[in-house]
């Protein structure tokens, strides 16, 4: 008889109420600047991460040096990095490894935390164990990513977030270029070309 009486209050919370997977990319345009520990900033106070998230076109900007920037389509999995200085761009598909750092595998198993504030903003923290590694996010309801931090292999990377906009994005500057004989889609390797004019 208890057994029934749970499995009905179980069927009565809303569905909305019950564990199901967070989004990790914000459903509304943001720019968060992220605070980055590794091994390769041992003794530091970490390096300093930008990105951009472009809500309507599933895109993020990363800036990560000066005149350097990356976009990744989280769509295809594909990463474009850009060097004004050089005017060159290189196109690089990611491995689920690679983007474990910013979501968990659709296959991972995950385990819900409890709630924080980050940088003045709540969220919810998940831990992930899967084939691509382990790690813990930080995410709001909307989806934004306050604190990533993944561990694979014997290397945590870890992000967390310090200041934080809500204000819409610039499309044109999270927007991947188009590689010659492409076509937008997804490649099998690595590409690179030369810009003919600045990309942003």
Request: glycine fraction near 8%; hydrophobic fraction near 40%; include cysteine.
């Amino acid at each position: 008889m208890r057994a029934v009486v749970a499995v009905l209050l179980l069927l009565a919370v809303p569905a909305a109420a019950q564990d199901q997977r967070p989004r990790f990319f914000p459903t509304r345009d943001a720019a968060v600047t992220y605070r980055v520990s590794s091994p390769a900033t041992a003794g530091t106070d970490g390096d300093v991460l930008r990105i951009a998230y472009l809500a309507a076109e599933r895109k993020q900007r990363m800036d990560t040096a000066p005149g350097a920037w990356t976009v990744i389509e989280r769509a295809t999995n594909v990463g474009v990095r850009i060097d004004d200085g050089s005017r060159t761009a290189l196109r690089v598909p990611l491995n689920p490894a690679m983007m474990a750092q910013f979501e968990p595998a659709e296959h991972a198993a995950l385990t819900r935390g409890r709630e924080e504030r980050i940088a003045g903003t709540p969220c919810t923290t998940w831990a992930y164990r899967s084939a691509e590694g382990n790690g813990r996010f930080c995410v709001t309801p909307e989806g934004l990513p306050l604190r990533m931090e993944a561990t694979i292999g014997e290397q945590t990377i870890r992000a967390e977030a310090t200041e934080i906009s809500l204000a819409p994005q610039d499309p044109a500057r999270p927007r991947a270029v188009r590689l010659p004989g492409e076509g937008g889609r997804a490649a099998a390797g690595t590409h690179s070309a030369t810009l003919k004019r600045r990309t942003r």
